[in-house]
Structure formats: structure tokens, C-alpha cells
């Protein structure tokens, strides 16, 4: 089945400057990749995903790039804010879709002010 | 329009019992998905629904189970309860297969055995 693996697992940067979190992923199948926001208690959001056909994706300060000959993947968070304080978590889907998601076990993003 | 709506948001149960979890997805959604999340081993994929039928299952032991009802609304069962599955259930709903339109999380439901 797939695996995704996520890195780092807490990552703490200055108010202003950009965030990168790593996923890379273990099935060559795998065609869908989201991330999702967590914030404390709450629920996890998909913040932006990128399907196997682009390579690079971008909503306001938030963007995805996919390498699938090397199979990973990146969020990139510019400009950060202290709402931007939470855990992130990439996924792929497994199996072609066959077997739900398969999530990073995710990256705790602290903004210091 | 309304979100995915999971009761109850906590549970407290004994070792040995069982508990049914809900989930209401967001109107004209017909797939369902559960994954327990957990501190250690992160969130996990439990089973998906579409139409009233298991299209998938995830690498849990048979006491986990579910259905789903003509309206789309979802149950998940644990039977046998032991202290490993505490965590937090969550919800997904979806147009369809998760590839094709993604998922909406509901809250969850915190589960604790004791």
C-alpha cells in the first residue's frame, strides 16, 4: 500500500518569512495529493491539493509542488502569519483512490511573532 | 450550506462495551469515510461508503464496522471496546471518490476508554 512520509515534524519561523514542508510518497499509482490544516481542536481543512497532471499550484500566499518522478511533494506558505500556526498534513491517494487517503503523520507549524 | 455534522463530540465508555458513532454528510454528498486519528499513529482510513455499500476498507480488526442509509448518513460501530481506540473519529464526505472531488472533515467524535 502507499506511504507517505512527512518532514519536519514541528517547524518554527519568524512571522514574515516562508514555510516548507516535505511529503514524498511510495506509490508510483498515486494521483491526487491534498493538504489539510489542522488547527487546535477543530476539524482538518484542505487548504489546496494538485492532481498528477501539474506540477506546480498556487492559491494567494499557499503553493504545492509535485515532482512525481521523484515522488514528493511540498507546501510552500510565504509571508507567514500567526494564523497560520497549526499542524499541516499532506496525503496522497492510495491505490488510485481505491483506498482512501494516506496522510503524513503531519508538521507542527509554530509563527513566532 | 450545512456541514458534516458527527455525534456525539465526546464519549466516555468502559472497556468491553460498544459504541456507535454518527455522521451526516453535506447534502447531495453520497460518500462517506472514516478515519480514526490518534497522536501516535496519525489519521488512519477506516472504511468509505457510497450508496449504502463499502466500497473500501482500511487495515482495522473486524470490531470496527459501519453502514450507510438510504440518506447518506453513516454509522460506525467499535464493539469489544479496548484502551488503543481512544482517539478521535472523523468524518469525510465527498461528491465521490475522494481523488476526483476531496474530502470535507466533520468535527469528530473524541473517544475515550477507560
Known amino acids: 500500500g502507499e506511504n507517505v512520509e512527512q518532514h519536519p515534524s514541528t517547524l518554527s519561523v519568524q512571522e514574515g518569512d516562508s514555510a516548507v514542508i516535505k511529503c514524498t510518497y511510495s506509490?508510483?499509482?498515486?494521483?491526487?495529493f491534498p493538504w489539510y490544516k489542522q488547527e487546535l481542536g477543530k476539524r482538518p481543512q484542505l487548504i489546496i491539493d494538485?492532481?498528477?497532471?501539474?506540477g506546480e499550484k498556487k492559491d494567494q500566499r499557499i503553493a504545492v509542488t509535485l515532482n512525481k518522478t521523484a515522488k514528493h511533494f511540498s507546501l510552500h506558505i510565504t509571508e507567514t502569519q500567526p494564523e497560520d500556526s497549526a499542524v499541516y498534513f499532506c496525503?496522497?491517494?492510495?491505490?488510485?483512490?481505491?483506498?482512501?487517503?494516506?496522510f503524513g503523520k503531519g508538521t507542527h507549524l509554530i509563527i513566532q511573532p | 450550506k450545512a456541514g458534516v455534522t458527527q455525534t456525539p463530540r465526546y464519549l466516555i465508555k468502559t472497556r468491553g462495551q460498544q459504541v456507535t458513532l454518527s455522521c451526516s454528510p453535506i447534502s447531495g454528498h453520497r460518500s462517506v469515510s472514516w478515519y480514526q486519528q490518534t497522536p501516535g499513529q496519525g489519521l488512519q482510513f477506516l472504511f468509505e461508503?457510497?450508496?449504502?455499500?463499502?466500497?473500501n476498507k482500511g487495515n482495522f480488526p473486524g470490531r470496527f464496522s459501519g453502514r450507510q442509509f438510504s440518506n447518506s448518513r453513516s454509522e460506525m460501530n467499535v464493539s469489544t471496546l479496548e484502551l488503543g481506540d481512544s482517539a478521535l473519529y472523523l468524518c469525510a464526505s465527498s461528491q465521490g471518490q475522494a481523488t476526483n472531488y476531496g474530502y470535507t472533515f466533520g468535527s469528530g467524535t473524541r473517544l475515550t476508554v477507560v
Open positions: 461508503y457510497f450508496s449504502e455499500t463499502q466500497r
Open positions: 506509490d508510483s499509482a498515486s494521483n491526487y
Open positions: 494538485i492532481r498528477s497532471n501539474v
Open positions: 496525503a496522497a491517494d492510495s491505490g488510485g483512490g481505491a483506498d482512501g487517503l494516506t
